[in-house]
């Protein structure tokens, strides 16, 4: 007879023992249907995924609706919330003083672009091994909708008023100055972004991602060049991209056909799967040539951009000690007596 007692069903986790609801935040405060809350439900799913331990995460932001989001995902990760568009300054201090973190920035193109320029151009510059995501919806969400500069020329307001100055590419930008993972995505297109993210999370460099997010509430209209049917008209897919992750055989899946196989810094594979153009994604001047026609044409252009898996970081331009600098002992961060006073010696 049965006892009437009903075992339920083993948990599902991921290949650390982690259940997807440790890599959630607090519930969104942001308006439904924005653009940031789909990057943030992406998030949590590819760390949930790869299966990383979110102790070894930092999260860093600015000001923005976008930069409140790292407070709706990886809840058991370290998390910095700083000032309107210095969030940069911040990520590079506490990514140099532990460089075994894996540092997620969230931006907006406001924190970025238009305040944070300053910042954002010595990041690329130095190749901070950082995912710096702009969650990017041409206007100021969180101070009520104002242009911000990657706002598209003639794009207008509701108020009908129209934008007369032009965009920086934030992409552009990234390639040309140094960062080493570009690309550009857009927060309904869940596999393309996710697969970004993951390549990402393996590379070891600075990632700028640039995901066209649409703000619902005061930049989704008709006249608006981020709204969500002017990105679904004029999207131009650069490839279809394919993840395999460190801890999966890449010799199970044989690809076939016109494939580019790039190995990443943690034995990841990025696997991209031409669609009609000629792309290679390690030739940077070719990406920055194929940006400016697309930008001729009024296509956004999606996918990954560029990557290079190679070139040295801030952190091993520096030279910094394999140990990370926040936990040496005292004895080793402090000059013995000895060796101050030979120092000492020298200035007399
Ligand atoms: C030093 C400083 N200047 C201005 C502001 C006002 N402010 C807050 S958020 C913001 C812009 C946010 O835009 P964005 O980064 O694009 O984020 P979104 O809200 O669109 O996600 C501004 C100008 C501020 N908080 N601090
Ligand atoms: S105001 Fe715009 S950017 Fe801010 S939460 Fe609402 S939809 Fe998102
Ligand atoms: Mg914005």
Known sequence: MSTGTVTPPPKKTNRIGLEVLNYKGSRTTLCAGCGHNSISERIVECFYELGVEP???????GIGCSSKSPAYFL?????????????????????????????????????????GMGQFVHLVRRNMPLIYIIEDNGVYGLTKGQFSATADLGSTLKTGAPNDLPPFDCCALAMRWGATLVARSFSGDKKQLQTVLKAAIA?????????????????????????????????????????????????????????MDIPMH???????????????????????????????KGEVLTGILYVDPAKPTFVDLLNLTEEPVATLPESRVRPSREVLETVMEELR
Request: aromatic share 6%; glycine share 10%.
């Open 55 to 61: 102790y070894r995460v930092a999260k860093f932001s």
């Open 75 to 115: 809840g058991m990760s370290h998390g910095l919330n700083g000032v309107h568009g210095r969030m940069p300054a911040l990520a590079t201090g506490a990514l140099l003083a532990n460089r075994t973190l894996l540092g997620v920035g969230v931006t907006g193109d406001g924190d970025t672009a238009s305040i």
């Open 203 to 259: 590379h070891r460099g600075l990632s700028v991602i640039d995901v066209i997010s649409p703000c619902v509430t005061f930049n989704d209209h008709v006249g608006s060049t981020k709204s969500y049917s002017y990105i679904k008209d004029h999207e131009e897919v650069l490839h279809d991209l394919d993840f395999v992750p460190f801890y999966e055989d890449i010799s199970v899946e044989i690809p076939e056909g016109d494939v």
């Open 266 to 296: 943690d034995g990841s594979h990025l696997r991209i799967r031409k669609l009609h153009k000629d792309y290679d994604p390690t030739d940077r001047r070719r990406a920055l040539g194929l940006l400016e026609e697309a930008d001729a």
